[in-house]
């Protein structure tokens, strides 16, 4: 399972702080690591998971019928280490903690 691949891998069990708590916005270099999908009874979604250069976990989850999915994946595919505006929040599957993105921005790298 995926999941416990990430888990032998990269920080699941205790997050790095997210530092001021009133406002998690942040501006994040992420490497792309994998996809994967989530079917469930009234929710279908893809996740797609990234890491920082501490080893955290991120996941962003976008819904399978999401007409903006091919476009993100090409984005990825091109950049698979996209810097992200966002707003972060712990979040677990499994007994897998990780960061979640949620009202991102993809952001113009000048340094690319």
Known sequence: ???DQFKKTYNTEQL???????SNRFAKRLSFLKTTKCIQKNRKTKNYWFADDNNDLYGIELKLDNELIDLFEAILEHNPTPLFD??????RIDKLHFYKLYSFKLLKDNNA
């Open 16 to 22: 790095s702080p997210l530092g001021n708590k009133r």
């Open 86 to 91: 966002t707003y972060l929040a712990e979040s």
């Open 1 to 3: 399972m995926v999941y």
